[in-house]
């Protein structure tokens, strides 16, 4: 009896053992699986915050030159000490919030202050006009379209009579019969033609503040070199950017084709922008000489949504610009040009009277 005793509690004592030694290596291979995991997904966030760190260094970038270009506005602010707030101040934050006392602090080396009254007055109301809430490349959006607004209508304001250019043959073929017709007509044609390329200009700067490098890219093709370039997922992107999908004739896709050639050269790639317009719309001139055009093309909503990373920022930028202008103005520039319209035809009146609208034209030719 005490035998079998003894061998049922042996037994028991090994099945135990036997059992709590599986369970220890399920533990341990549960432990395994853990760690695995969890080096896995540090090694997703590492990547993630490196990639984060990129993108707060271009951010601040921009920062930093919003700050300075700004301080620029101000009467009696130059490029050194534009430089020197731009450096001084951590952040736009900062730079925003900060007050009288707060800029007089600024100094240069031999501890003087490098504003006075006056400029600091300026500064504060010029930071006074920024909307509150908006991410800094919203801002510069909103800055850009409030300043492209003000220089097209302080150039409106300034034109004079003698500034526009009378074609007297175009004039009489397209039977401008009155001085309100002539003067209608060539005022439209040069208002609109400065409108269109100073637009090209500014839309590109707003690109390229909503994702862009801030340093350009060379790659030795005298005045060809890309206009923005845009880092994104371990890649890089060059891209020529066009206003609309028909500003391209056959000559310009071609000098293009040579340029994405010597931008994949050098391990990048190469890229047409068009800042609006639909896919269907683009001419035959672009689709058919552009090589590779459906792969090489990004246009309207699509590029900024590239640039910006963010889904759906073209809604974004509208709302912005709406804003802006809303604010630099309280009618529409259709309705400016028309009133420099009147403005002009009696200026012509004043000068020519009952004149003959032949003899008249007959001075501009």
């Known amino acids: 009896m005490g035998d079998a005793l003894l061998e049922i509690r042996d037994d028991y004592w090994q099945r135990q053992f036997v059992f709590e030694a599986q369970e220890l290596a399920r533990g341990l291979m549960k432990i395994r699986s853990s760690t695995l995991s969890l080096l896995y997904y540090q090694d997703r966030i590492n990547k993630n915050e490196n990639r984060g760190c990129m993108r707060a260094e271009l951010l601040k970038e921009y920062e930093k030159e919003f700050i300075y270009e700004i301080s620029l506005l101000v009467d009696g602010i130059g490029k050194t000490t534009a430089g020197a707030l731009a450096e001084y101040f951590d952040s736009f934050d900062d730079f925003i919030k900060a007050s009288v006392k707060d800029l007089s602090k600024v100094v240069n080396s031999k501890g003087k202050s490098i504003l006075n009254d006056d400029k600091i007055k300026d500064l504060l109301l010029a930071k006074k006009e920024l909307p509150s809430g908006l991410k800094i490349t919203e801002v510069w959006i909103y800055f850009l379209a409030k300043q492209f607004i003000r220089n097209q209508v302080v150039s409106l304001q300034r034109m004079q009579l003698d500034d526009i250019e009378i074609n007297p043959l175009l004039a009489k073929v397209l039977v401008l019969q009155t001085p309100a017709d002539i003067i ?7 208002v609109t033609r400065s409108v269109v390329t100073s637009w090209g200009s500014m ?3 707003m690109l390229k503040f909503s994702g862009c490098e801030l340093e350009d890219f060379k790659i030795g093709i005298k005045g060809r070199e890309p206009d923005l370039v845009k880092k994104y997922q371990g890649k890089t992107y060059c891209l ?32 047409l ?3 609006y317009g639909r896919k269907d719309s683009v ?10 055009a459906s792969a090489k ?11 910006s990373e963010t889904k759906n920022y073209h809604v974004k930028v ?19 040009i028309e009133d420099k319209v009147d403005e002009f035809t009696k200026v012509w009146q004043d000068k020519h009277g009952d004149e003959p609208i032949n003899k008249i034209l007959e001075e501009y030719i």
Request: proline letters at 1%; a positive charge.
């Open 184 to 190: 209608r007509f060539n005022i439209y044609q040069s």
């Open 203 to 205: 839309v590109e700067r």
């Open 240 to 271: 020529q950017i066009k206003s609309g999908p028909n500003t391209m004739n056959v000559d310009m896709v071609e000098s293009l084709n040579k340029v994405i050639v010597e931008i994949e050269k050098k391990g990048c790639v190469g890229l």
């Open 273 to 275: 922008g068009m800042t």
């Open 283 to 292: 001419s035959q001139q672009i689709l058919g000489n552009l090589k590779d």
């Open 297 to 307: 093309i990004k246009m309207g909503r699509d590029l900024w949504d590239f640039i």
């Open 318 to 336: 509208i709302d912005i610009i709406d804003i802006a202008t809303k604010k630099e103005m309280r009618t529409s520039y259709i309705k400016l």
